[in-house]
C-alpha cells in the first residue's frame, strides 16, 4: 500500500506562486511515476504534470506548460509542483498520484492522495 499526502495549498492573488508537496509513503519501491491531476467544480479531472521516479521524464499539459514545474527528491520520497505565474484559471482541487507504469500515468493511477485546494483571486 502507498499513502500519498499533499500540501502546500492555499489562496493566492492573480500572478503569485505555489509550491505544492506530495509526500509518499508505505511501499514506494513500487512506484515508478508520480503526477498532479487538477479538478475545479464542474469539470472533469484534468492532467497536470507527471515525472518518473528517477526525474528522467517529465510531462506537462499545455495549459501549463512554461508556468509549472514538476520535480522529485527521492531521499524524501516527495514529488514538488512549483506553480507560477497563477490565474483564476488554476483554481481547482489538486491531487498527488503514483504509478507502477509511467506509460499511463498521464490518464490512470494506482494510488491517490486527499487532495489540496489552490484558490486563485482575480
Known amino acids: 500500500q502507498v499513502q500519498l499526502v499533499e500540501s502546500g495549498g492555499g489562496l493566492v492573488q492573480a500572478g503569485g506562486s505555489l509550491r505544492l508537496s506530495c509526500a509518499a509513503s508505505g511501499r514506494t519501491f513500487s512506484i515508478f511515476a508520480m503526477a498532479w491531476f487538477r479538478q475545479a467544480p464542474a469539470k472533469e479531472r484534468e492532467f497536470v504534470a507527471a515525472?518518473?521516479?528517477?526525474?528522467?521524464?517529465?510531462y506537462y499539459a499545455d495549459s501549463v506548460k512554461g508556468r509549472f514545474t514538476i520535480s522529485i527528491d527521492n531521499a524524501k520520497n516527495t514529488v514538488y509542483l512549483q506553480m507560477n505565474s497563477l490565474s483564476p484559471e488554476d483554481t481547482a482541487g489538486y491531487y498527488c498520484?503514483?504509478?507502477?507504469?509511467?506509460?499511463?500515468?498521464?490518464?490512470?493511477?494506482?494510488?491517490w492522495g486527499q487532495g489540496t485546494q489552490v484558490t486563485v483571486s482575480s
Open positions: 515525472i518518473s521516479w528517477n526525474g528522467d521524464i517529465t
Open positions: 498520484a503514483a504509478s507502477s507504469r509511467i506509460a499511463t500515468i498521464r490518464s490512470r493511477a494506482d494510488y
